[in-house]
């Protein structure tokens, strides 16, 4: 699959709004909530342009259930995919055009936590953003056929901001109260 990474598009928020109303009638009451996570969340950085959502859902095992449904809505059922606890979709719009990223979680994980602080750490951070932004489109030159070398290159930089992010996170959490 070839690694693209683009300018960011207004129209990606348009697109996960449009997606998550049809995400919310198929997962019906198991949801709580979904939020829109990834690259193409934070606003004016590069990214591939796919859509990442994250679900927050009251039983992860009712979610197997509603995978017949996410895939009459056009999505793959993968499972927990690698990651235990998750039940992860993707949809595709053409057989090497990944569009969109389904993460589900049962409340209270803390893979939630995580993914939230990243993204709201980069979206108050323009700077760590910017540094984000720059090294996906170096990586994306350098592994343009290579998705693995790809994601290994970001690892590190999304650990060590992941990090930050939990503390910044906690940091606010303990001036709020």
Do not use: C
């Given at each position: ?15 996960f ?19 829109h ?30 995978s017949?449904?996410?895939v ?30 389904v ?27 910017r ?11 350098k ?35």
């Amino acid at each position: 699959m070839k690694v693209e990474v683009v300018p960011p598009n207004p129209r990606w928020v348009e697109e996960f709004e449009t997606e998550s109303q049809q995400i919310a009638l198929v997962m019906a009451e198991n949801m709580i909530t979904i939020h829109h996570i990834g690259s193409t969340a934070i606003p004016g950085i590069y990214a591939k342009p796919v859509i990442d959502f994250l679900i927050e859902v009251k039983d992860i095992g009712k979610t197997d259930d509603q995978s017949v449904a996410m895939v009459a809505i056009g999505y793959e059922a993968m499972g927990e995919f690698g990651l235990p606890g998750r039940r992860y979709f993707r949809k595709n719009s053409s057989p090497d055009m990944r569009t969109h990223h389904v993460h589900t979680y049962e409340v209270g994980s803390s893979e939630i936590t995580r993914h939230l602080a990243f993204r709201d750490y980069m979206i108050s951070h323009p700077d760590a953003a910017r540094q984000y932004s720059e090294l996906k489109r170096e990586l994306a030159k350098k592994y343009s056929q290579d998705i693995e070398g790809y994601m290994d290159g970001k690892d590190e930089f999304i650990k060590v901001m992941e990090k930050k992010a939990l503390e910044w996170q906690a940091l606010l959490a303990s001036a709020h109260h």
